[in-house]
């Protein structure tokens, strides 16, 4: 499936995995594949640029995603590690919409 941030018509879509039970909206968590991933972090990153309350988003050597925000600007806010299966899940609580493909 792809998601974006809803009622964003230059947010990018990415392809992501959801848990079952998923809900709409802030209630979801996508799951990302470390490639995805690097495209959400850059995608991140870029508002960053625009916006200085935004997180900014770094990669570890160990290959974990660092989030900083502008209250903890030298300390992690959250550490992102991948799970069992090497997905990324970040964006709990954005407005994501969901484009489900069915092959």
């Known amino acids: 499936m792809f998601i974006d941030i809803e009622e964003q ?3 990018p879509r990415f392809q992501a995995y959801l848990r079952e039970p998923w809900g709409i909206g802030e209630n979801i968590e996508p799951l990302f594949p470390k490639a995805i991933a690097e495209q959400v972090v850059a995608w991140m990153n870029g508002i960053t640029e625009n916006d200085d309350e935004s997180p ?3 990669w570890s050597p160990e290959g ?3 989030v900083f925000v502008p209250e903890m600007p030298h300390e992690p806010f959250a550490v992102i590690q991948p799970d069992d299966d090497g997905l990324y899940a970040f964006g ?3 407005a994501w919409q ?3 493909v069915f092959q």
């Open 56 to 58: 900014i988003c770094e």
């Open 64 to 66: 974990y995603v660092l």
């Open 92 to 94: 709990l609580g954005w």
């Open 98 to 100: 969901v484009e489900e």
């Open 9 to 11: 018509t230059d947010t």
